[in-house]
């Protein structure tokens, strides 16, 4: 089974900083596209970073200079680097990868979630 697991997340006051990651594994071909989401109390889920297979990134207005999203081709994984971290930031945290298996074609991905709790 393929499957996304997630690590790095925690309780850490205003201006601190968190390492996610997010390690594919299984019978992978390849992965495209790999996405950082979060959904804060009370909102919709929103991207919060995406990095393509090439390495190009984007990211969300909130987080444009304070968090970076990377990825490790060789071992599957995604990460987000988040510095300056606000309360605001407060989620559970997600990855998706756009990957493809033995059915050759792209399907989408989700790691299991992890909390990041930023206190004031």
């Known amino acids: 089974q393929v499957q996304l697991v997630q690590s790095g997340g925690g309780l850490v006051q205003a201006g601190g900083s968190l390492r996610l990651s997010c390690a594919a594994s299984g019978s992978i071909i390849s992965i495209n596209a790999m996405e950082w989401y979060r959904q804060a109390p009370g909102k919709q889920r929103e991207l919060v970073a995406s990095i393509t297979s090439g390495g190009s990134t984007t990211y969300a207005d909130p987080v444009k200079g304070r968090f970076t999203i990377s990825r490790d081709n060789a071992k599957n994984t995604v990460y987000l680097q988040m510095n300056s971290l606000k309360p605001e930031d407060t989620a559970i945290y997600y990855c998706?990868?756009?990957?493809?298996?033995?059915?050759?074609?792209?399907?989408?991905?989700w790691g299991q979630g992890t909390q990041v709790t930023v206190s004031s």
């Open positions: 998706n990868a756009d990957l493809r298996t033995g059915g050759s074609f792209l399907r989408s991905y």
